[in-house]
């Protein structure tokens, strides 16, 4: 009888309501059911199934508070919320959709979900979008503009973005792609366990971080162990990058040119394959060997090192002039420069195979000489041993 009696004083209230509004002969043909107040419109359910709740900011109470299940419209806050608030895994979020946790033209979907911030969003499993203007769906977003998405992610400061689970973006205007961390302002982190702790650092990869380093950039593969032995650089604005299958930089879409350090390496090598070369002239190794007189070599340092920092090389201007090769006069391509040295290590070798044959035929022809001279020397010894003999002389000593 109870529950008829609710049912009844319902039903009664509607109609109420219903007739309260008075609409015009046009509207009641469109409307299945209208609420006004005071002549305003608050409600109507139009016979399409449409409808339109209205409200004012800043008046009324909040329709429901503590734990349950429901659909709710505050137009005192111009807020909306709709799933359930109560105890679920040990969390008690029984008071999330009271009036302390409802943020001004804030909307909350799901299970234990929080939007406190004012235009803030929260949706999915207890997600929490306390900063203005803040975005969270399974996460938390606290800063200012702050999105958060993923279970565990969390945006802290003004502008992050944190992506995936265990995200974690704290820095300014920071991103963060999958479990890592940026902590450094303006700082970005992708991929799992990569920390960007420095000002505008980067560190993707696997164990990659940036050390509190600013402006690094840090890449970080996947032979470290889960948790160690990760990559970071040692200087402010600073590449690092670790390849334990290599590293390879190519320079055509084909894959046809380009340089790569082997695994284990340590120094790059150059495509170099016969087949992907054209155009081969012979060269005359005396006339690098030529041209390489006329290139000027000496010790120097960079203008951006210190003096005591000591290079030795010829300068771009006069390799260029000597051998024109290469793609500018201001740089000297390591492939070109070895190819002239090897060059000139040819025509050197030619005259030392030239010399050491030539020395050979001198030695043969000098030994032979002076064989010639001691068969000489016996014969004349001979000689005068037989004229003195005759002229009964001793031989002189």
């Keep these: 009888m109870a529950t008829r009696a609710r049912s009844t004083a319902l039903i009664t209230a509607v109609l109420a309501a219903a007739a309260a509004y008075a609409p015009s002969a046009a509207a009641q043909a469109d409307s299945a059911l209208a609420v006004s107040r005071n002549g305003a419109s608050l409600m109507r359910l139009n016979a399409d199934g449409g409808f339109v709740v209205r409200g004012t900011e800043g008046e009324g109470s909040l329709p429901a508070t503590g734990a349950g299940v429901r659909m709710m419209w505050f137009p005192n806050r111009a807020a909306f919320r709709a799933g359930r608030v109560g105890t679920f895994d040990s969390n008690d979020g029984s008071t999330y959709w009271d009036l302390n946790n409802v943020g001004v033209a804030s909307a909350a ?35 200012l503009n702050s999105v958060a998405m993923g279970d565990g992610a969390q945006a802290t400061n003004e502008g992050a973005v944190a992506l995936g689970p265990s995200s974690i973006a704290g820095g300014l205007y920071s991103i963060v792609l999958g479990p890592s961390i940026a902590n450094g302002n303006f700082g970005v982190a992708i991929g799992l366990q990569n920390s960007a702790s420095g000002q505008f650092s980067v560190a993707i990869g696997k164990n990659a971080r940036t050390a509190n380093r600013q402006g690094s950039v840090v890449l970080g593969d996947g032979c470290a162990g889960f948790s160690s032995d990760s990559v970071y650089p040692t200087a402010n604005n600073q590449f690092v990058a670790r390849g334990c299958g290599g590293i390879r930089f190519f320079t055509t879409q084909n894959l046809s040119s380009g340089v790569e350090v082997a695994p284990g390496g340590g120094s790059w090598s150059s495509i170099s394959d016969r087949n992907r070369k054209e155009n081969f002239l012979d060269l005359d190794g005396e006339d690098v060997l030529a041209r390489l007189r006329n290139v000027p070599v000496s010790t120097w340092n960079y203008r951006t090192q210190d003096a005591s920092i000591r290079h030795m090389g010829p300068m771009a201007q006069d390799f260029a002039a000597a051998f024109s090769l290469g793609e500018s006069n201001l740089l000297i391509n390591t492939v070109d420069i070895d190819g002239v040295n090897m060059a000139g290590v040819k025509a050197l070798t030619t005259r030392t195979d030239a010399l050491r044959t030539e020395n050979e035929q001198l030695r043969a022809e000098n030994a032979q000489q002076a064989a010639q001279i001691a068969d000489l020397r016996a014969r004349m010894e001979r000689l005068e041993a037989l004229v003195n003999a005759g002229q009964g002389t001793a031989p002189k000593p």
């Design 109 to 143: 979907f799901g299970t234990n979900t929080r939007a406190s911030g004012a235009s803030s969003f929260a949706a999915g499993y207890r997600a929490t979008a306390s900063g203005t203007n803040s975005f969270a769906v399974n996460g938390t977003a606290s800063g």
